[in-house]
């Protein structure tokens, strides 16, 4: 079989030193000649921002961080860099810090700098997202792709554990995704198969020794990777339903995607053989679904929907938003009832086993 596929790289500055966010973003800042600098962080990060901004002088700070990023939110902050001439926009924090920078930079043209603390994977994509009435709507747009991403491990050792696994399961899922998202090619799976072996030896020891630096390291380089097949390939099943229970249930970002991956996983991996046998291999396990199961087990993943305030009532109307999302290019065809039977097994943490196409059809018998 012949070799045939179209692939594009985004062009972003990637700078990774534990311990030198201050000097890399001083040395970034400077050769982009900025001059009036907006930092983002959220109120809990803020002190964090200001020793990584240490070296440089910032015109506006700005901490009105809201997960999902509401459109009221973007817009005071699209009016505060407006009315102060900003230049160029430095974020500090997780996935929800950066998407209100992407806000910004949708409607202002502004470059970002970003420096993430968290596994989120957002600062290296182009895509943007953005929640009114209950609706999370995401979109692609190379303006709000950070020009610089600065990665520090040391800033992520204050990232809780149980936090710190959430987001690299997230991370995790980012991967998996994009191994079978709608414009999967072999570039993008490669990366995503590395991200897996990299989350999946970095994550075990972030639990086991949350102040060590080698599995910081590990966990925020496989988190970009991660992040870059994503950007590729392009958002699959997954992700398209953890926009629409985050966006219309406000549940936690991260935690959603920890507990949905491996009932994504195995709904599709049947129908995803060369997908499979990638994800099984990264894992160093006999199937796909085993080596995330273990990890999980290893971390005491979050495991049921109904922890973070999901209900059965709330399934109908996440069908609803969520099928007319699943792009059509999903390994198995996606239905209301078997995405139901999906929702309703992640709501109770239920095996993931049973989402197999032949234990749908028994329980439907």
């Given at each position: 079989?012949?070799?045939?596929?179209?692939?594009?790289?985004?062009?972003?500055?990637?700078?990774?030193?534990?311990?030198?966010?201050?000097?890399?973003?001083?040395?970034?800042?400077?050769?982009?000649?900025?001059?009036?600098?907006?930092?983002?962080?959220?109120?809990?990060?803020?002190?964090?921002?200001?020793?990584?901004?240490?070296?440089?002088?910032?015109?506006?700070?700005?901490?009105?961080?809201?997960?999902?990023?509401?459109?009221?939110?973007?817009?005071?902050?699209?009016?505060?860099?407006?009315?102060?001439?900003?230049?160029l926009i430095v974020c500090v924090g997780g996935g929800?810090?950066?998407?209100?920078?992407?806000?910004?930079?949708?409607?202002?043209?502004?470059?970002?700098?970003?420096?993430?603390t968290t596994y989120a994977g957002s600062e290296a994509?182009?895509?943007?997202?953005?929640?009114?009435?209950?609706?999370?709507?995401?979109?692609?747009?190379?303006?709000?792709?950070?020009?610089?991403?600065?990665?520090?491990?040391?800033?992520?050792?204050?990232?809780?554990?149980?936090?710190?696994?959430?987001?690299?399961?997230?991370?995790?899922?980012?991967?998996?995704?994009?191994?079978?998202?709608?414009?999967?090619?072999?570039?993008?799976?490669?990366?995503?198969?590395?991200?897996?072996?990299?989350?999946?030896?970095?994550?075990?020891?972030?639990?086991?020794?949350?102040?060590?630096?080698?599995?910081?390291?590990?966990?925020?380089?496989?988190?970009?990777?991660?992040?870059?097949?994503?950007?590729?390939?392009?958002?699959?099943?997954?992700?398209?339903?953890?926009?629409?229970?985050?966006?219309?249930?406000?549940?936690?970002?991260?935690?959603?995607?920890?507990?949905?991956?491996?009932?994504?996983?195995?709904?599709?991996?049947?129908?995803?053989?060369?997908?499979?046998?990638?994800?099984?291999?990264?894992?160093?396990?006999?199937?796909?679904?085993?080596?995330?199961?273990?990890?999980?087990?290893?971390?005491?993943?979050?495991?049921?929907?109904?922890?973070?305030?999901?209900?059965?009532?709330?399934?109908?109307?996440?069908?609803?938003?969520?099928?007319?999302?699943?792009?059509?290019?999903?390994?198995?065809?996606?239905?209301?009832?078997?995405?139901?039977?999906?929702?309703?097994?992640?709501?109770?943490?239920?095996?993931?086993?049973?989402?197999?196409?032949?234990?749908?059809?028994?329980?439907?018998?």
């Amino acid at each position: 079989m012949s070799l045939a596929f179209e692939h594009v790289t985004l062009g972003q500055r990637v700078l990774f030193g534990s311990g030198r966010a201050a000097e890399h973003l001083a040395a970034e800042v400077s050769r982009l000649g900025a001059w009036k600098v907006m930092l983002i962080a959220s109120e809990f990060e803020l002190p964090m921002a200001r020793q990584v901004a240490s070296r440089i002088e910032v015109a506006l700070e700005h901490h009105d961080v809201v997960m999902h990023v509401p459109v009221e939110v973007a817009e005071r902050a699209r009016t505060a860099a407006t009315d102060a001439g900003i230049d160029l926009i430095v974020c500090v924090g997780g996935g929800s810090t950066t998407g209100l920078a992407k806000a910004v930079a949708m409607t202002t043209g502004t470059p970002i700098l970003a420096v993430p603390t968290t596994y989120a994977g957002s600062e290296a994509t182009n895509v943007w997202g953005l929640t009114e009435a209950a609706r999370k709507t995401t979109g692609i747009d190379d303006k709000v792709l950070p020009a610089t991403v600065i990665y520090d491990a040391e800033l992520t050792l204050t990232l809780p554990v149980e936090l710190s696994v959430a987001s690299g399961l997230n991370g995790l899922a980012h991967c998996v995704d994009s191994l079978w998202g709608p414009r999967t090619d072999p570039i993008n799976a490669a990366l995503a198969a590395e991200g897996i072996r990299a989350l999946a030896q970095g994550l075990p020891l972030v639990k086991q020794d949350p102040a060590g630096p080698e599995g910081r390291e590990q966990a925020l380089y496989g988190a970009y990777l991660a992040a870059v097949a994503f950007a590729s390939a392009g958002s699959g099943m997954h992700h398209k339903i953890c926009h629409v229970l985050g966006g219309t249930f406000n549940l936690p970002h991260a935690q959603t995607h920890a507990t949905v991956l491996p009932y994504v996983l195995a709904f599709n991996a049947p129908h995803a053989p060369q997908a499979e046998a990638r994800i099984a291999a990264a894992f160093g396990s006999g199937t796909a679904l085993q080596g995330l199961q273990d990890l999980r087990a290893t971390l005491d993943a979050p495991r049921a929907l109904a922890d973070y305030g999901f209900t059965e009532e709330n399934i109908a109307e996440a069908v609803a938003v969520a099928l007319p999302a699943i792009p059509a290019t999903n390994p198995r065809p996606v239905t209301a009832d078997n995405l139901t039977a999906l929702l309703a097994a992640a709501l109770t943490g239920a095996d993931p086993a049973t989402l197999t196409e032949t234990a749908l059809q028994g329980a439907q018998r």
